[in-house]
């Protein structure tokens, strides 16, 4: 991967390891992400690297390692909101198995902390279909209890949160310093979407979060669509971008292009055009 994409030397990757799975042993890995062993583990690598006097982190959850990611942050996003604490730089999912509802509820908190949030989405992942039925029939406090259960890394639409009411009981900066003393300081957004009138009429408001659609790549990609972020080409160099240059979406012009609200495809001709 690093290779690959050329990073500069002072980039250090972690691998954190944990019990994955196979299609058999799919329940078992999934039970094992959602643990509070795994969480434990999780916070002492970070402090870990805290005392190693490493001040930032990049992160980049695939698959499963997305659902655990995401479970981790929701929870214990304190870690990454101390002063002198770790500061979380860009929090990359990839073709994320995660549950879409339980994202978009615990969205804002990750917004909070992290510099980006970047989900790459294939609609056409077969691995994530069958774990969208898989958690349908066998749902866990991480997974909707509803009719069918959507994954995360088959969303191709823009996504959007319930805007909340404006408090009544206190001043704008009596709520600033409750969100302080909490923990969350929410950053500026590093990217405006739509218009305040279209936000306010709808009862809603985009995610701060750019979601790049995959579907249409072709190249180092087995029918499962499920783990090229490593090999491909176009996945590789915007990623780097990312963790590099520290890009969002929107300024990414050379490949990327808004298609609609927060989600943007690849800046190339259809794959039925030939030359």
Wanted: charged share 20%.
């Amino acid at each position: 991967f690093l290779t690959l994409a050329g990073y500069p030397e002072h980039f250090m990757p972690w691998v954190i390891e944990w019990p994955g799975s196979s299609v058999l042993t799919y329940f078992r890995a999934r039970s094992d992400s959602e643990s509070s062993v795994l969480h434990s583990n999780l916070l002492q690598f970070f402090e870990d690297l805290k005392q190693s006097a490493v001040t930032r982190v990049n992160i980049i959850g695939h698959s499963m390692g997305a659902r655990v990611l995401i479970s981790f942050l929701s929870a214990h996003y304190s870690v990454f909101s101390q002063p002198e604490g770790l500061r979380l730089g860009a929090v990359l999912l990839v073709n994320p198995e995660a549950d879409l509802k339980y994202f978009i509820e615990t969205s804002s908190i990750i917004e909070s902390i992290a510099e980006s949030i970047t989900v790459y989405a294939d609609r056409n992942d077969e691995a994530l279909y069958w774990a969208e039925l898989a958690n349908t029939c066998f749902p866990t406090p991480f997974c909707a209890q509803e009719k069918f259960s959507h994954s995360l890394g088959r969303a191709t639409l823009p996504l959007r949160r319930p805007m909340l009411p404006p408090p009544t009981s206190c001043t704008e900066t009596d709520q600033e310093g409750a969100d302080q003393e909490n923990g969350l300081t929410p950053r500026p957004s590093l990217r405006t979407y739509g218009s305040v009138d279209d936000e306010i009429e709808s009862g809603s408001v985009l995610l701060d979060i750019d979601f790049v659609d995959t579907s249409s790549i072709k190249a180092n990609v087995k029918t499962l669509r499920h783990s090229y972020f490593h090999i491909s080409r176009e996945v590789l160099e915007d990623t780097r971008e990312i963790l590099v240059s520290r890009s969002r979406a929107d300024l990414r012009k050379s490949r990327l292009v808004r298609r609609e609200g927060n989600v943007y495809g690849w800046l190339q001709a259809p794959s039925f055009f030939s030359g």
